[in-house]
């Protein structure tokens, strides 16, 4: 009965390296969307995702982030060139529709991402 | 655009005390309100919701009330435990129109509950 599950929990790089950060939706769940958490931040939306398609991407930086929802595997959210600005906690949420009153989002343990 | 500000923290109180935190909200539509609970390490987990105004939304002791003529969902509860010591986020949703999925968040209280 696996809830969302992102990995790696803690992801350190150096600047200049590229961050991959993973999330698999619940059983079911067909709907994918990414938060990031700013040290002392509420979440911000990024993007939402369903297999294959990018719904929303309004949230994302327009340089070295993007993100993908393959038919196969996991989400990933992908930074290219990390710099010290993007050390935060990235959390991933699924629903098993597009995200209503009745299809409330549930949310993983987040990825701590750590720039040198 | 679509705001949530809570007081700040952190908030530090006795078991069995009273708790309250405050939330306001601006938003461009008619908003859905939440209550968000991360215990440390973890992710969040939905607390109490509510979707049109003088709903009360309730869950664990816990319970705040849509109040659309102050723009407020005040979270209270009134006899906090240890176990309640974590950060709480209030939200908001947009209930119809083109992008209501997303949450728009505040940043959190840190709440700190002492034996």
């Known amino acids: 009965n696996a809830g969302v599950m992102q990995n790696p929990r803690h992801l350190v790089r150096r600047r200049g390296q590229e961050a991959r950060l993973r999330c698999s939706p619940m059983?079911?769940?067909?709907?994918v969307y990414w938060y990031r958490q700013l040290p002392e931040e509420g979440l911000k939306f990024m993007v939402y995702?369903?297999?294959?398609?990018?719904?929303?991407e309004s949230g994302m930086p327009k340089e070295r982030f993007s993100a993908e929802f393959p038919k196969e595997g996991p989400s990933i959210l992908r930074i290219q060139q990390v710099v010290r600005g993007d050390s935060a906690a990235y959390f991933c949420a699924s629903s098993s529709a597009r995200t209503g009153l009745n299809q409330p989002q549930h949310f993983g343990d987040g990825t701590r991402l750590s720039i040198l | 655009g679509n705001s949530v500000t809570q007081m700040e923290g952190p908030v530090t109180l006795s078991e069995e005390a009273f708790l309250t935190i405050n939330c306001t909200y601006t938003a461009t539509g008619y908003p859905s309100l939440f209550w968000y609970v991360q215990y440390p390490g973890e992710g969040l987990q939905l607390l109490l919701k509510?979707?049109?105004?003088?709903d009360k939304g309730s869950n664990k002791g816990f319970e705040a009330t849509y109040r659309k003529e102050t723009t407020s969902f005040h979270l209270e509860k009134g006899s906090v435990q240890v176990s309640d010591s974590a950060v709480y986020f209030c939200a908001l949703m947009l209930g119809s129109g083109g992008s209501n999925y997303k949450l728009t968040f505040g940043k959190g209280t840190l709440l700190t509950v002492n034996p």
């Open positions: 509510a979707t049109k105004a003088d």
């Open positions: 059983k079911g769940h067909s709907h």
């Open positions: 995702l369903q297999k294959e398609n990018i719904i929303d």
